[in-house]
């Protein structure tokens, strides 16, 4: 597969303006040509402007000058100057018709491998054995997978990471509990890795913490059972290991409905690291960056001072001994540079997490596990608010279960399905509407800039109008039935027709569509992706309400077709990366 990409409009437009610059100006290297989308032409640079501070130019006459210069430089059909010295630039009709020919006759959509290979570990999703997955865990398993998705696109060698919390004192609980109660049931029929099995074992818990916090006797045989856990009791670690396999089982339930790509095999419990602990504390300590702090292990951070002025620590080994969950990030972080070879670590952690990973981040480079051919990063993000504003809650103050949040929007979706097609038979409504209302959630999130909070509000996440899933899932079915009209016939595109204002904006728009996936790569922003396909499903929507299809003569039929089909691929592709279906029909 030739990986080499379609040279966009937008590149060959700013190459022809920085060569025009070139020849005017030699004096001038490196000079920027500015090129972007305008509504009062094809493309405006505003070259001209930052070369005034350069030159001693006005910007205006720079303008004149670059205009004349490029006079119909091929992609350019035509350059004026205006105003305070923008460059309004024009692409000939067949540059135009070029673009879509060649991105259609490229499984990529023209979109070329990034030069950034980097092996790079994404950490995300994180769910605790034992414990349902929450409204906690949406944002980091949503934006983590669209991020992998992405990445690996663009040609990164992505390795998936799902760091488990199955190990500590919690489990000494529960499991105490579990054999002193041997009545307390938590798997459900014959059926075992369902909710209601992961939702018993979360309940007792909470029993077994509660009774850990009244009776001291208890809260001491629980404690002994951590021992009995660490140390490699048979029994103890059988149980230990019985919940953790029925935990993984419910969790690949929730991962297969969300359409995420993490697998058993990317997941990685707190418990792998525990043996590598003690070696990880000494090669701090040989560092010389850990140190003594009334019996424990901390290292006192250079660049974070606490409230006090004093240097905020990480505890790397507690003075009775026990490691927490400082010591097994940092040893997973050693453990990812050194037998996995990362280049690149991504943390996809709530923002509230910031201050740990700076610090986790600092130790490492302090240890030199991290150095300068070696990138880690927090990326951060918002929470998810209820309809009140705050954190999303149950009505009894509870945390609200991931699995309830997609029941809710794929019922809402259902709805709207179901009325907009009331014959459709329930089969096809039910798959439709769990296609629409889990690419709902997800498009909701990824949609907003991540490091925002959001409202979920599941109505409004599908509807069919607006910056929805829904929206673009619509369109792509709607340019599906287009093309199964047109029995799937060949589009040949003739250059040398004219295209309407609606058709040249759609080629435009999906002209865009590299340079969009490249800025998500670099940035790790998904909302620019959801942004570009809004906004092609509006040009789309534009150009199907100005210009017939079906009806037209050829050979703008022929046209018209490769726009319905490159937009239809740019929205499946598009939606895919992002992690959400792009049904046939709606």
């Known amino acids: ?43 405006q640079s505003g070259a001209a402007m930052a070369l005034t501070r350069r030159t001693g130019l006005s910007s205006p006459d720079i303008a004149a000058a670059l205009a004349t210069e490029l006079g119909a430089t091929e992609p350019l059909s035509g350059a004026t100057a205006s105003g305070p010295g923008f460059l309004n630039l024009s692409v000939t009709d067949r540059a135009v018709w070029g673009q879509i020919t060649a991105r259609l006759d490229d499984p990529r959509l023209g979109v070329a491998a990034s030069e950034d ?58 499991i105490q509990y579990l054999t002193e109660h041997p009545d307390a049931r938590w798997r459900h029929g014959e059926v075992s890795g369902d909710a209601e099995s992961v939702s018993a074992l979360d309940g007792l818990y909470k029993r077994a913490r509660a009774e850990f916090d009244a009776d001291a006797a208890f809260a001491e045989r629980a404690r002994a059972r951590v021992v009995a856990l660490q140390s490699g009791d048979a029994e103890t670690r059988e149980r230990w290991r019985e919940i953790v396999a029925e935990s993984e089982r419910a969790f690949a339930v929730v991962y ?80 990812r540079i050194d037998e996995l070879g990362a280049q690149r670590l991504l943390y996809v952690t709530d923002s509230r997490q910031a201050l740990h990973f700076r610090l986790i981040f600092e130790a490492a480079r302090r240890a030199s596990w991290l150095t300068d051919d070696i990138e880690a990063e927090h990326i951060a993000y918002g929470t998810v608010l209820g309809p009140d504003g705050r954190p999303f809650k149950t009505r009894a103050g509870g945390t ?107 080629a435009l728009e999906l002209d865009g569509y590299a340079t969009v996936l490249a800025d998500v ?48 691929r740019t929205l499946e592709q598009g939606l895919g990366l992002l992690g959400i279906a792009a049904p046939e029909r709606m």
């Open 117 to 174: 290979r980097r092996r790079t570990v994404v950490d995300y999703s994180r769910p605790n054995i034992a414990k349902e997955m929450h409204v906690g865990h949406l944002r980091t398993t949503i934006i983590g997978d669209c991020l992998v998705r992405v990445l690996d696109f663009l040609g990164a060698t992505v390795i998936r990471r799902n760091h488990l919390g199955d190990w500590g004192t919690q489990f000494g609980m529960l």
């Open 521 to 568: 790569g670099a940035t790790l922003e998904p909302h620019r992706l959801c942004g570009y396909l809004y906004d092609l499903a509006r040009a789309f929507t534009a150009f199907y309400d100005q210009c017939p299809v079906l009806t037209s003569p050829e050979p703008v039929r022929g046209n018209r077709l490769a726009l319905c089909a490159l937009t239809a």
């Open 256 to 335: 297969a409905r969300l359409g995420v790509l993490l697998t058993p095999q990317d997941s990685v419990g707190e418990s792998s690291y525990a043996p590598v602990l003690p070696d990880t504390v000494e090669a701090l300590v040989a560092a010389g960056i850990a140190v003594d702090s009334e019996g424990a292990l901390v290292i006192l951070s250079e660049e974070v001072l606490g409230p006090d002025d004093r240097p905020v620590p990480l505890m790397v080994r507690k003075s009775d001994g026990g490691y927490g969950y400082d010591t097994t990030d940092l040893a997973a972080l050693r453990q």
């Open 400 to 506: 609200v279960r991931l699995l309830d949040l997609l029941d809710d929007a794929v019922t809402h979706a259902e709805a709207i399905v179901t009325g907009k097609n009331p014959d459709l038979p329930a089969t096809t409504v039910r798959r439709i509407a769990e296609q629409a209302g889990i690419g709902a959630v997800k498009y909701a999130d990824l949609s907003t800039s991540r490091i925002k909070d959001y409202t979920f509000d599941p109505a409004r996440m599908v509807a069919l109008n607006g910056n929805t899933a829904v929206y673009l899932q619509y369109a792509h079915a709607r340019i599906r039935s287009i093309l199964r009209k047109a029995a799937n016939e060949r589009h040949e595109v003739d250059p040398t027709v004219c295209p309407e204002p609606a058709e040249r904006s759609l």
């Open 1 to 43: 597969m030739d990986q080499s990409g379609v040279l966009s409009l937008n590149d060959r437009v700013s190459s022809a303006v920085t060569a025009a610059i070139g020849r005017l100006r030699p004096d001038v290297p490196d000079a920027d040509a500015m090129v972007r989308r305008s509504t009062l032409a094809d493309f």
